[in-house]
């Protein structure tokens, strides 16, 4: 069992970049992670999953644009987002669970454990 917590949001104009870092309260080697978000109004939706052998499955919307990285020493999954546009805009969900390591889905309903979330709004 782990608790997520992320930080790292704001408010940035559009073009701007961010690092978002969910920090996990125990070890998550073998844990697979994703990044989610919502914003306000909308379903939750994927943004990119991770799995225990650093494969990545980024959502088509990602474009290039972001980048995750974990950092195992640390119990940390990072999010950088740079050419961030106004849709960007919404809270953003560190999200774990340890069944079925090798897989990287952005089907939430995948993931048992979720953090708090951080919340990131580009202003155009």
């Known amino acids: 069992q782990v608790q997520l917590v992320e930080s790292g949001g704001g408010s940035v104009q559009a073009g701007g970049s961010l690092r978002l870092s969910c920090a996990a309260s125990g070890n998550t080697d073998n844990y697979r992670m994703a990044w989610f978000r919502q914003a306000l109004g909308k379903e939750r939706q994927g943004v990119v999953g991770i799995n225990t052998a650093g494969t990545r499955h980024y959502a088509d919307f990602v474009k290039g644009r972001f980048t995750v990285s974990k950092d195992n020493a640390r119990n940390t999954l990072y999010l950088q987002m740079s050419s961030l546009e106004a849709d960007d805009t919404a809270m953003y969900y560190c999200?774990?669970?340890?069944?079925?390591?090798?897989?990287?889905?952005?089907?939430?309903?995948?993931?048992?454990?979720w953090g708090q979330g951080t919340q990131v709004t580009v202003s155009s």
């Open positions: 999200a774990a669970d340890e069944r079925h390591p090798s897989g990287s889905t952005l089907d939430s309903s995948w993931y048992h454990y």
